[in-house]
């Protein structure tokens, strides 16, 4: 073979295997063969909002600083940040943009700790609660991803109980007030809630919605709305709407029969310190419904209480409870109660009638109050003693005395004048 094309061919064979060698061995092979396991660091902490915090933020929260906490796995400079998929994505509080990737330049020696910190956005729609992340880096050799789970927090709302006052509401009642009271018991806070209500049967006079920015985790939340029945009667429910999320709240609204029940009063004035005096009431219905099943209580100051005989102390159970089977239509009760007065001051105390009832056919307890003033009068010892003690009275008394000392002296002078003058005739 000639020399020179056998030169040719040596020098090309050692040119392609060089070229080989070069591919193999080069930073672009080694590059795609650095796995995260070969990655020089090790994730150790993942924290949201601050370095020790065990909070989770929720679906939809905007610049929450994000910390990650890795150790060295080696010796090395690395430059490197925390590679975020959907649902986050870079946030910055202030600067001029709204997407900024923070990346750090360490010198990292083997077994310390660093942290890096990232602000980060949330979409609403995240649904899922953990989140494989990583961090990429590069160093001198080449670049990997120490991967970490990012852990994300859901609220759970909803509502615990609710309530009226008053309990029971009747046709075209005003100024009702209903109370829902709500709950957080999920693994993170919400933000941005609105809560609101909406029923036919009511009208709402106080705002018909609630727009909070933040509702805590582990937090219980009230929510007050004011109400004015409508004229109708029978179920009225009420829609009760939070975080996107909507509530049936059973209402009933009776008929405003209750108007037609009349409660008054007649009795004596009552005496200090008198036992088994008398206070009575009169119970009316001038409606066209029948009162069923009725229960009459009194309710007392402590200055006044039921009579009790001494010989039948077991009357105290239900002294103080009146029943009745019905009141028809222009019928009317007289109800009495035997009562005992403390020994206390004159003045005006409280008293308020209780009445229990149903209507036909129902199973609901409704229920109306009076309240009337009871006038105690003071006894006759306390009489005079008050009366002795008036400045009106004060003066005349003192003149009296007065008069009657005078009197006296004048008595026993004009005695003993005339003692000494007998005395003065024997001699």
Do not use: C
Not at 21 to 39: C, L, P, R
Not at 62 to 69: A, I, K, S
Not at 356 to 362: L, P, V
Request: no cysteine.
């Amino acid at each position: 073979m000639n020399k020179k094309i056998l030169a040719v061919l040596i020098v090309f064979m050692f040119a392609a295997s060089g070229l080989l060698a070069y591919e193999y061995s080069g930073v672009n092979d080694h590059k795609s063969a650095f796995t995260s396991s070969q990655a020089p660091v090790e994730v150790t902490g993942v924290h949201w909002y601050n370095q020790t915090s065990s909070m989770l933020p929720a679906p939809g929260s905007g610049d929450v600083p994000l910390y990650v906490t890795f150790t060295a796995l080696a010796t090395e400079n690395v430059s490197g940040f925390i590679n975020l998929t959907s649902p986050f994505s870079y946030s910055y509080i202030s600067g001029p943009n709204s997407d900024v990737k923070s990346v750090y330049t360490l010198s990292l020696k083997a077994g310390d700790s660093y942290t890096i910190m990232q602000m980060v956005n949330i979409s609403a729609s995240a649904s899922g609660n953990l989140y494989e992340e990583n961090i990429t880096l590069s160093t001198s050799s080449g670049s990997s991803n120490a991967n970490f789970t990012l852990p994300l927090g859901q609220p759970s709302l909803s509502v615990v109980t609710y309530y009226t006052n008053p309990p029971v509401i009747y046709q075209d009642q005003k100024g009702i007030k209903l109370t829902v009271v709500t709950s957080n018991t999920g693994t993170s806070n919400a933000n941005n809630v609105t809560a609101g209500i909406y029923s036919k049967y009511f009208n709402v006079i106080s705002p018909a919605n609630y727009s909070i920015k933040y509702y805590p985790l582990g937090k219980i939340m009230n929510f007050t709305f004011y109400l004015n029945a409508k004229n109708v009667s029978g179920s009225a429910p009420i829609y009760f709407s939070m975080y996107n999320i909507t509530y049936t709240l059973k209402s009933r609204i009776n008929s405003d029969q209750y108007v037609n029940l009349k409660i008054t009063e007649a009795s004596d004035k009552l005496v200090s310190g008198e036992k088994k005096q008398i206070i009575t009431f009169y119970i009316n219905n001038t409606g066209n419904k029948t009162f069923r099943d009725l229960n009459i209580h009194m309710l007392m100051p402590s200055v006044i209480s039921i009579h009790i005989p001494s010989s039948n102390p077991l009357a105290a159970l239900d002294a103080d409870n009146v029943t009745y089977s019905s009141l028809k239509p222009g019928q009317s009760l007289k109800v009495t109660f035997i009562v005992d007065v403390s020994d206390v001051y004159s003045g005006n105390y409280p008293v308020q009638l209780l009445v229990e009832y149903r209507f036909n056919n129902t199973e609901s307890v409704f229920y109306k109050t009076a309240t009337f003033t009871e006038k105690v009068s003071p006894s006759p010892d306390e009489e005079i003693e008050h009366n002795i003690i008036k400045p009106e009275y004060l003066v005349p008394i003192v003149l009296v005395i007065a008069i009657l000392i005078i009197i006296g002296a004048a008595v026993r002078h004009s005695h003993k004048k005339e003692k000494n003058m007998n005395k003065n005739n024997k001699k």
